[in-house]
Structures are given as structure tokens and as C-alpha cells.
């Protein structure tokens, strides 16, 4: 097979010269964040407890399409109760986590603090459930109605990323609003690895949202989506310039992204800047580039191809 | 540590209120969808099983590079048929559920039945894939020679996301032509969830294909696509406008996504709609938007930029 | 249940004739690529290992942050040297094989071999850890300055793919720079097919670079990008058109990407292509189109969009 | 079946020819025992199948103490029945396949074929549950009252392996009785395995059963046990000389083991044997041989020891 | 509590009948226990849990023989520190449930409450682990030397049940003196689980302790054993009668087993019963029954074999 | 080594202290055993990796009663040789650790070193497979013949423990006499844990071996058994006095356990000690005890219980 098996490691780094290193380096980093003087454990949300969360309220909302295969139709509530205590259980002590790492560190560092207990978010959060699936079903149908290649609404919740981005979007934005930004960001970005679709906690969407394809999309935290919209790939609803503090930190809150009214459509590519209007029943064609407001019913698109002459050399990225 | 531990749920959301919620929220859309009757458990295609046949599938195809790390050459074919024979156990299991599941809805919806019987798919199957690796094997030898960056055909096969996509694709497209497209847009959507390439399964593309990078690519279900075609990430080949029907739902079926002959280079960025056709060894530059046909052998690009002055805003997403 | 339980597998399909047909499709690959006489098990770094130990240099670099959640900061220099102790033995495992893969393969296709020893390599890696760390650090800081929604530099570490994306991209460079690129490349894939951000282990990255949103990036092996640079979602850093050989294939080697220099802003969609230079301060408008110097502190944006009329028809891809 | 030629690596077995001669002893085998002629995957009862029933049975009849950790109880019904359900589907499907299989070779050996359909089976098992639950509870209580170190009955359900061993024993004898008795076998032998107590399936044992330390005891499968018996460690229940057939094979079937009436207290390491019976509240004091009846409330006890000397030598085994 | 209404299979059990069934065992229990009142999970130790302390205590002990395999020697007080870190917090956790839990049942039936903090507890754990290393080393060495089988101590430390069984007693007498019985009893019975040895936590058991082969050894919870002692399988060191209450439940505490000095021999077999004691040097042959004291350096055997005739019969268990 | 200084929790162990206290114990431990002196990583076999061997060899020589659930008789060669081929180089590189262990450890306490290659040792193994599958065979067909209670060749074979430790044992006795007895010993201590079976790896046992039950079975290192042979729980095989050198080890090596002949039955409890011939056919009774020859056909059985008064009294353990 193989004469090998380690050979004597003499030649081998320090490992403790290493380890006396990699200290000094975060010890500067504590010193700089206000981060030396954190003994225990670290008392933060974990993305991984937050993807069961994600992962059980999927079933909770879709039991006989999203929970366990072996699943018969006459047991679903007791599934959905079950599967829900755990789930919330799990919750509640993320929801902990998050309100203490807040309290100690968004308000040193000029935040406010959020005065809700963890107790009352989860309880606000478990009541919007229904609503949440209410929601989701419109979004099911949009998109059903609108992909002539979507052949059932079981594929659709089966198959669509989009989909897949919007139970995680609208799961995180209810969080977000209940002040849990930090559980609801690991929410919407486990769907943004997933799809490549990232539609930031804080972006408020109307119902019958319908997302094609999905990879790039990008939609900003204060973006406000109407009812009935359809956004095509790498489309990004995203924020202009903004002002920036003495010390050249961006200053946080203030909308700084499009309001999309009902009925609007946005192709491939678009993106669309600042905190413009796109009019109702408004089109925004493929690849253009919108930093003003759209009037509604307006059709915009961008300037045609032209053609340059004979084919003769290649190029690659 | 902690002193919690926790703390008397009584202000604790009513678990029995949300279940009932849901409950009628499911009852809601399964009266509206025609699902209200469906005792048991799911009987539809699993993506957890799918994603198991699909990995068995790819040891099948390339074993010394894509089996087990530790498997010998010397027994490589022992190892493809073991794999195999249980791969496509687990197919015909998945292929009867969907056969089962179209009879039920997708005939009650109004498309006609599939004729042919699970193990005959199955077999089918089985009979293609020593030409779908042929095929992989162009594609291989493609990346490796259009990539200056490539330095092996092994790279290309254990790295480029563009060959883990075409591995999907390929077996994708043969489950669509055979009778199961359920199941074979559940193989393409594990490719797109892994590299941001979404090429719909009903896609027709030739040998020798390669796909640079490849994020952003989307290829509709009625593409052609020749031989020796070359796509950068984010090139859409998508539908231009397509009719709907009295209750606004597209109309399924048709010839709606361009046709893109022999020798097309197409660079990142690049937006191909409608049933137009792309003339043999024509170039796309990147960025443009196509709705016409191109002529063969022509080079089609983009305006160019423009200087509008000198540096002084920051604007983001 | 289910009256079903395997009927016979009569019209099932040969399986010994579908593994024959495998086997005539490796053997034509095999003698076409030199790869005929490789008994025994495959010998190649394995996809699995190489993310086992990013995951275990993720909590090496970042042990309260990225490692196990029950560590305690009293404990975390004996979890950094257990866990880099551990890593790096994997990683001397890995290098190995690249390196002996490499000897056999690369030399035969006219590259020349590579001198070093695996554990000459894994020594300076390990001393390198901590120049990676402090560079990742100004990365989270600049990340936390230029985004107006990151709440502290705590959400910008766990939840910014930009930041998975640089972590690997740290990891992979310096691996490349020292003689295993093969192994560069899986570090720098893993990372791929999470985020979307696809950063080549051979471009060279100043320190302060900001990513937002990342999807669709696409950084090629030979750019060169200064301090303090922000790069949004969709932008390409790629190659014009080069040389190919007699056969067909391109030449290797070579710088054929962008120079940016410092605190350069590249806005989403931009496309940046061949050897030319982005001069200091300089910021592209998104979805532009360069192929030729820009000089500093220019502004670069495109063509504005124009209205067509009045929207009345749908499109979708 | 195959073409398989592997070369032998040099110094290493022929992995052919064992294959061979492993492939010749089957063929032997199979020869001798009517099994050539078995296409096809094995159609048994699965030991892991097993264990995940008993498993989910043990959280159905004590849901707070054996169930999930994080169970509360106002869900507990819920637990129950979804468990119950998943766990009847699993047991339904190895009952099929005991039937199928007893069928096929049990008939064949002679023995008669079972009439009961699959379904009737555990309907009959699920509706005795409650009643198995009862009688647990009673050995339960038996265990507490009757050992001085128990502080309390969830110590007794949680730690003692007597309680173990009649779990399995109880759900074992109603699958016995009920017509499956290989997997009645694989029941109590998990129980055998885990706690050095084997009792056969077949045994026949009465309520407030107390089983101290127990490794060791062993009942066979004809012996009849009262009410508030108590074993300890090491009791034998075992048959004496029986008839073998023309072959020398045991001539199956016919009582042999001992009738042990209510009240009776058996020693450690105390062996009975045939068809006997101990009267009520007769007790059998440690190590003791019993081949014949015992009166009601006779004491029966060994011969004394006796000293022979002073220490001087030392043996092992 | 649910007004879920699941209607039966056709064929098949009422599941919802078999439910209430169970719930009503479970009342009618609870009801005669104390324990209707008892909202919320379970809150006592979990094995499972144990389980894992008790796996990493082996590693601490012994962390280059029981550690992971790839530890390396220049690391193991790391490992060790880590590993114990983990471990203490885990059994403080399970710490608080016992006391919790002993002051909800165990002083409402009759027993006193302990009057410790689980800090305090775990401390002094963790403060007394060398010294059970210590007395293990000597239990190791005491095998070795003898034990005419045993190749090396590492082989007695890998491979020896006893050894084991040693591990788990040394760890669970511990915690038994400390206050935490319930765990204590757990940790032993995971041992009686695995090696067939009973050694109740309660019991005093000096150094040089060995025991050969082990399955089926019962030392009971007041027995005292000195140093240098040698115990064979099947050897039990048992109480005889004890009172019982009005009730005729077992009046608890009390010394109730053997008594045996240093340098005792037990051989396999033997039954030692009540509060006897066997002197200094004692030897007691194999299967021996002793109930009254051993005078010191006596050896007592049991009566010898008889033949009774020449073979004809054959008997079974 | 390391300048780590964690503080300690205030109420908690000082874990420092903690470390360097086993630390202390482990120095003098390895001063004792000349063990002071190993750096790296531990270089034993693993009990989990033979576990993994073991494993797979049971599917090796059972592939459709002990191998996987779904394999199909038509692939089992395929799967025996894929299986085997993993399996034999997991032993080679376990069986490379142990002779380069012999060599530093047992060769310095005294012993001889083992002159012979790993691959020669896993070649022999290997070749002697076939014969370990038909004596097995002769196993199983004695336990269905002797077993009244057995209903088919499959049952004993799914269900028995002795079947189970005989697979072990046979494996591990080829191992033993192919030198490399730590892993047999490991093999064999698997077994013991799972069965209460404990046979030396160094028992010779002839073909036709059937236990009974087996919990507590002891078979010495050098017994012999011939053909025919029945055994029930409980017996020991052991040794008498032996030997110990001026330390007071016992000297290894020499037969030290008895003879058993051709159709011996010894049944349950009974100990035979000492290097003594029980002859061909004869019978040893339920707990008797020999320690002298026993002639051919001879039945041997224990004095009768008697009966002593009224039973009045309780007594437990």
C-alpha cells in the first residue's frame, strides 16, 4: 500500500509560537472593540440553532410538503403542535442570547436598547404564524400563475428557490420587527447561501410576490414592495449614496431604498438605486439602470445591442 | 455558569390557538387547490432521496474521482455496479411516486397522464449513461482548454462548479425527456442551490459546453444550445413576453427561449430573450441585451462607458 | 399502507452491460489523458479533508466567534493549538498528495514540478496564520464602517458572506502562493458554492476590502486589487480575449485581469476586463462596462435608462 | 454474472480467489439448506428495524421518563401518537416481511404456515399496549418495595436493568403470541445483548415481576412464572434431557421448562430445570440445583461450605 | 387539551383509542405516585447525557490510551484542560437537575433533602480526579501482574472489562459520597450495560483492586473491600434478609453486605452474603456459599464432583 | 510547554490545578513504565477502527444475512470483494501499528519480538476466510439441531449471541495465531461486552461449537476444544494456581486450562479448572465443579439441594 505513516516532525512549525500569535492579535482586537473583558463562553445567537429553528418552522407551515416524509395527513396538527413547543423552545433561548449580547453591546456602542422580554417576542412571533402561511400560499400561487414551466403548486413550494428565500424572508422579517435583528439576519442569509437570493430582514413585501430564478437578487433593508410584484434574477433594490460620520462610518437607519408599488415587474439585471418611486403597473426592463422615480404603467428599457463586425478573437474571465 | 434554566412559560404563546390557526390556513388552500381529500402520508418524490441517487450517480460516472477515496481501481467496476443497482432501486421507488403523484393532480389539472410505466423509465435510464459521461467527458476537455487557469482535467472535474452542473444537467435532461420532470427539476435545483447556475432540465445543449464561473446563469426549459458553446456567469438565455390565458395565468408549452447555434461565445452578463436564434460562432459581449437574432460569426457588445467626473460620493446597496 | 414491496425486476435494466459501457467510456478517457496505468486508490487532495480543515482554521482564527459555542475565553489558546495541531496534520496529509499528484501529472503535461517539501509548506502556513487574522480583521472592520445596516462587528463575522468568502479566500492565497493550488481551489470553491463570491487563490487583495451582498463576483487569477477597495454584488474583475495554441488552447500564465488601486469603489454589475488599471480613488457606476485604464478619482457610469411608453405586455425568462 | 478481472496487488491476498472460495462455502451451504434459489435483496426481519420499534415503543408507554428530554407534558399525547403511528408503519412492514419469509421456509421445513394477515397482527399488538404499561408499572413497583437501595421509582425505570430486560420482555411476549416470533426473538435478544437477562419470548410471566442485578438469568421459552415472583442474578429456568429426532435433532415444541407459582423468592446463581413446579412462596436459596417439584412455602437451600485449610496458593482463570 | 380528531386507517388500530388508553395507565400511576402535577419537561439527569461526561472523564484520565487517536503527547494537558471544562459544565448541569429533582420527590417520600450546591459538588469532583487516576493506575498494574494473559498494561487498559467497570466505580463512588446518587448510579450501570459487572456506587473498594473476566460480578451498595483484593466473574458480595415495613416495602440504609479484608481471593462463582467478613488473606474457591465470617488466611472450597454414571442423555436450556 | 494561565471561575474548580495534578499522576505512571519517552500521536490499534472490521467481515462472510439490508444476491460477490478489499486495508494499517508497537513495548518487558511482515499476516488472514465461513456453518447447523426452541438456520443466525461471539472468536483466534494478539484480544473483548461471552482469542475450539444463552461464559487462553462440543452459560473454563515470579507476577505462557474432547456437554454453571482432560462424551453437570481428569462417556453431576424448613425469610443482594 503505502510506506509512508508521519515521519518525525522536527521540521514542524511552533506550534505555540503560533498559538502566542494568533492571542496578541485578537488581544488587539478585544483592546480596539471594547472586547477584553468577556470571560465564559460566548453568548451569542448560534447559526446553527437558528437553522433548526428555520428548519422546524418549515414543517410547521407546510406539514405535509416540507416535514417528514413519513407523515400521514390524520397526525399533521399533533406534528405541527409538537414540532412548534420545540421549535419555539429553541427559540426563546436564542431570542435570550440575542436581548443580553444587545444590551451589553449595541447599547455601549450608541444603540438603544430594546425593551421587550424574550418571552413576549416569541409568544408575538408563534401568533403570526398563520399569517406568515397565509402569505406564503399567495406567493406559491404567484408564481405558479406566472412560470409557464411550473406544472403544479406542489412543485413550486418543491422546487422554487424563490420560494424557498421568501418562508425564510418572511419568518425573518417578522423577527426583525419584533427586535430580534440579529436571529432574523442569519434567517434571511441561510437562504442566501442557499438560493443567492438576499432580501435584507428589514424590506417590507406585499403579498403574491413572485421571485424567477432568483440567483443575485439583492433587496435593501428599507425597500417597500407592494402586492402582486415579480422580480427576475440579479435584480438589485439597492441604496444610493448616504452621508458618512467624522470618522467615515456610515450613519445607520434612514430609507435609502426603493418604494416598488403594486403590479410592477422588474426583468433580469435591473437595478434600481436610492429612494425612488417605481409607479404602479410599472416595467423595468432587463439590465437597466434606474436612480429616479418611475411613473406608473411606464415601461422602461434599456438602449438596444449594436452590432460591431465579424467575429474573430475570444476573451475570458 | 447560569443561573436560569428556565423560568414558568406562562405568558407563553396558546400552542393549541396557533395550531388551530394553521389548521385552518392549510384548510384554506387544500379547498382551493383540490388537496382536501389526501389521507396518508406525501406520496411525492423526496429531494433528500434525489440528492442520494444523484451522489451515487456521480461516483458511477467518474468512481476514481468522484467514489470513494479510498476505492482501487482494481475494483472499480464492482463498485459501479453495487452503486448502481442500488442508485436505481431508490430511482424506481421516486419514479413511481411521480407517476402515482401526476395521475392524481397534474390530469386532474388538465395535462394529459405519462403512458409509460416506472421500470421502463428506469431502464431507459440506465441504458443512457455510459453517453452521458461521453458527453461529461467533452465538457471536461472544454473547461481544461478554454481556461487558462486550469492546469489538469482533474481540476476541472473535482473543481469547477460548471462541470457539478453539468453533471446535474445532464442526468436532469434525460429524467425530462423520459417521463419524470419532477424529479428531474429536483437534480437541476440541487445544482442551482450549489452553483448559482440554473439550467431548467427541458434545456437541449450539445457537447462540449463550458461554463466559466457560472453564478447567475440562467438557461430556460426550451433553449437548444449547439456544440462547443461557451457562457460566463450571469448570462440569461430567458422568455421574452408570453400570452396569458382569461385568468391571467401563462400559458404552459411553446417554444419561447433562443436558440444558439455552434461556436457561440456568450460573455458574462448577457441577456438573451424570445425564440431568437444566435448564429453559428457568433460572439455576445458581455452585458448586452439581445431580443433579435444574430447572424452568424457576428460580434454584438455593448455602448461603452462613459467619464462623468471626478470621484467624491459613495452610494451602496 | 401500501400493497407494493418490489414486484419482479424482469424488464430491469443489464446491469453488467450498462457497467461494460462505463468501462469503454473510462478506457477511451483514460488513454486519451495518460491515465491508463493508475492501480490502486485515487491519490488526489479529497474535497471532504480540505473542508474539514477550513472549518477547523475558521475557529483557530476566530475561537469565541467561529469555533464551538461552549468555549470558554479562559480556554481558548489550548482549543486554538489542539484544533491547529489537529488541522495542520490533515492539511500535511493533503499537501502530500497534491504534491505526489502533481510529480506524476503536471510534470507529464509540461509544467514544470514543484520543488518544495509538504512540511516546508505547512510550516509557513501555520506562521502565517496570524498576519491572516489581523487582515481579516481590518476586512470586518471595513465591512462594519461602509454598511449602513451592520448593527456591530459581531453580525458582520457571523452573518456577512463577504467575510466566509474573504476568510477563504485568505486561506486559499496563501496556500497558492506556496505550491498547492489544487488544494487553493477547493478552499476557494467551498466557498464558491456558499456565497456566490468566486475569488481565483491567485489574485492578490490589499487589506480594508469590502464585499456587500457578494453573489456573483467573479475575481480572476491574476488581478491585483489595493487597500481599502468596496466591491458590491454581480461584479467581474475577468479576462479580454487571449492566445490560444495550435489546438486550440489557451496559453497558460500570464496577467490578463485588472490592477485597482486603493480605495477604489466598484459599484454591482460593473465589469472590469483585461490587464488595465483602475486608478487610486476611482469609483465604477454599477453595470458598467470597462475595458481600458481608468484614471483616479474618475467617475465611470453608464448610460441612463429611457422610457419606452406605457407597459402593457409581460416577458419572463 | 461478471467480467471482473482485478490484478492482484503484488504481496497482497488474491482478492479473487477469496472471493471465490467465500462465493464456493455459500454455494455449499445454500445447497444443503434449500436457499439457492433466493434472487433478490434479503426479505428478513431487520435487527436495526427492530431496535428503532422498541426504541419508539419504550417513549409511547413512559413519554416523560424515556421519551425526549425536552418532552413536556402538556404534549405528551401528541408525542404519543405521532411515535405510535411511525412505529406500527415500521413493525407493519417486518411483520410482512416474517410472514413472507416464514411462509417460504418454515412451511418448507415442516412447521405450519401462520393465517394471520399482517394488519390484524399489530392492530392486536397496538391495542394491547396500554395493558403491557400496567404490567410494567406493577414490576416497577415490585423493584422499588423490594430493594433497599432504591430511593425512588424513577430510579428504578431509569437504571435498573431488570426493568430494561421486561420491557423488551413484555412487548416481545405479545409479538410471540401473536405469530412473529423472530421478531419477538430480536426483541428480547436486544434486551439479552444490553443486560446480560435472556428471557425467551415465549416465557409466560405474571405481574410484579422483580429481576435484582440480573445479569446472568436465564428463562426459557415454556417456563411459567406467577405473580411477585423475585429472581435474582444467575437463575437458571432451563429444560432437562429432551427427545431428538433420527437425525439427532431436538424434537421442537412440548413444555420443558419449569412452572414457578406466585410468591416464590429464587437466590442468585439458583438453577431449576424441567418441566417442575415450585409451589407458592416457596423459596430457593442461592446456587441451589432443582430438578424436581418444591413444595408451596418450602425453603430449599445448598449444602454448607467448609473450610479446608490455610491460604497459600493462588489460581486464575 | 387537543380537539384533534384523526380518523382511524381502515384496517388498523384507533390510534387516538390506544392514546387515551395510555394516557389513562399514566394517570392512574401518577395519581398513586405524587406526580400528577407536573407541567413542563422532565427534569431529571438524562443517561445520555452522563453518557458523555463519562466519555470524557476516560479521556481525561488516560487521555494518550482512551483520548482521541490523533492526540499528541504534547498536547494533552490542552486536551485534558478542554475536555474537563466541557465535562464539569455538562455534570453541573445534570448536578442541578438531581438536587432539584431529590428535593421534589425524595423528601416528599420521607428522605432528607441534600443540603449541598451543585457548584460545591462539581468542584470537589473535579478536585479528587487525580486521586482516582492514582487508584486506577494501581487497579491497572494489579491486572497486569496478575493475569498470566496479559501482555503489557497498555493492553490491560484497552481491553480489560474490568478495568472498565474499575473507570465507571471510581467515577460514580465519587459522586455517590458527594450527594448525587441518581447519577452516580447511572455512570455505574453504563459499566453493568457494557462489561456484565455490578459494582453498586455505594460500595467501598480499596487499591489493587482486580477483577478477571467480570460478567456476572454483584457488589452491593454497603460492601467494604480492602486493598490487594482479587475477584473472579460471577462472584457475588450480596445482602441476606432484611426487614420490611408494614407495607412490606424494604426499610432502606443500613449495612447489609460483606465485609472483606486485604489481600482477599474470590473465585468465580462464590456468594458472600450479609454483613460478614472475610479476614485478611482469605481465599474463597469457586462457586463457594458463605453467609457467616472467614476467619483471616483460611481457604474455603466447596464440596467436590461426584460421578454418577456413565453418559446417555442430553438436556437443554 | 504553554504560558496558558486561565483564571479560575469563582466558585469552580481551579481547572489549572486540576491539569497539573494528572499531569503529576501521568509522570509517574510513565516513569514507572518506561513510557515517559512518546511523543506524537498515540500509536496503538484502535478499538473503533477494528470494530469497523469486524463489521465488515461479518458482511464478508454472511453478505445476505449480515451485510446490507437491500443488497441483492446477484451483486454479493461484487459487494464481497469491495467490502473485503476495504476492510483487509484498514487491518493492514491497524496490524502495522500493533508489530511496531510490539516492538518498542513488549520486546523491552521481556518478551520476543514478532519476526513476521504486515502484509504476509493480512495475506494469510485473508486466504483463511473461506475456511472460518464453513466452520461457522458447522456452528449454526449445531445450534438448530441441539436448540429446541431454534425454528430456522436464518433465526440462529440473526438472533443467537453465541453465533455472534463465535463469529468474533474464530476471527480473532486466526488473528491471535497470526501474531498480532492485541488486536485479537480487541475482537474478542468486543464480543464479550456485547454477549457476556468472554473466549480468549488463544482457545482452540473445534467445528459443531454450540452455547446456549452464553451470558457469562470463560474460555481461557490455552484450552482446548474438539468437535461436537456443547457449552451452556455460565461455565468457565478456567486456570488453576499458577506460578508467580519474586515480584509477585504471575508467569505466562504454559497450558494453564483444561482438555475438552469430542462430544463433551457441560452445562450451565459448571467450572472446570486446571489443565485436566474431560474425555470424549462425557457429561458435566449444571455448577459442578472439576479440577481432575474426567474419563471418556463419564456423567458428572453436583450433590442434590435439600430442603430445609418453611420459608419465613427474605434476603436480597
Same sequence: chains 1, 2, 3, 4, 5, 6.
Avoid at 45 to 68: C, D, H, K, T
Avoid at 150 to 173: F, K, M, T
Avoid at 295 to 304: E, G, L
Wanted: aromatic share 4%.
Amino acid at each position: 500500500m503505502t510506506a509512508d505513516l508521519s515521519p518525525p516532525r522536527d521540521d514542524f512549525p511552533d506550534i505555540d509560537a503560533v498559538v502566542r500569535e494568533l492571542a496578541a492579535a485578537r488581544h488587539d482586537w478585544r483592546s480596539a472593540h471594547h472586547r477584553l473583558n468577556e470571560p465564559g463562553p460566548r453568548e451569542l445567537p448560534s447559526r446553527e440553532r437558528v437553522a433548526e429553528i428555520v428548519e422546524a418552522l418549515r414543517g410547521v407551515l407546510y406539514p405535509m410538503r416540507l416535514g417528514p416524509a413519513d407523515l400521514r395527513q390524520e397526525h399533521e396538527n399533533r406534528y405541527v403542535a409538537l414540532t412548534l413547543d420545540t421549535a419555539l423552545g429553541v427559540l426563546l433561548e436564542q431570542v435570550r442570547l440575542e436581548l443580553a449580547w444587545e444590551a451589553r453591546h449595541i447599547a455601549a456602542e450608541g444603540a438603544e436598547p430594546l425593551p421587550r422580554g424574550a418571552e413576549a417576542i416569541v409568544t408575538d412571533f408563534a401568533n403570526g404564524l398563520s399569517d406568515i402561511r397565509r402569505l406564503l400560499d399567495t406567493d406559491v400561487l404567484a408564481a405558479f400563475n406566472a412560470d409557464p414551466a411550473a406544472r403544479s403548486v406542489d412543485e413550486v413550494l418543491l422546487c422554487y428557490p424563490g420560494i424557498q428565500a421568501l418562508i425564510h424572508y418572511r419568518i425573518a422579517h417578522r423577527l426583525h420587527l419584533l427586535g430580534v435583528p440579529l436571529i432574523a439576519r442569519m434567517v434571511s442569509e441561510l437562504a442566501h447561501g442557499a438560493t443567492g437570493i438576499d432580501i435584507h430582514p428589514g424590506a417590507t413585501i406585499g403579498e403574491r410576490f413572485f421571485i424567477d430564478h432568483g440567483t443575485g437578487i439583492v433587496i435593501g433593508a428599507t425597500a417597500i414592495i407592494g402586492d402582486r410584484v415579480q422580480i427576475y434574477q440579479a435584480v438589485t433594490l439597492g441604496a444610493k449614496s448616504f452621508p458618512t460620520d467624522a470618522e467615515g462610518r456610515a450613519i445607520k437607519g434612514a430609507p435609502r431604498h426603493p418604494i416598488v408599488e403594486d403590479d410592477v415587474v422588474i426583468y433580469s439585471g435591473a437595478t434600481v438605486l436610492g429612494r425612488v418611486t417605481i409607479g404602479q403597473g410599472a416595467i423595468l426592463g432587463g439590465s437597466v439602470w434606474v436612480t429616479e422615480d418611475v411613473a406608473p404603467h411606464t415601461i422602461v428599457s434599456q438602449a438596444r445591442m449594436r452590432s460591431v463586425g465579424q467575429a474573430e478573437e475570444r476573451r475570458t474571465a
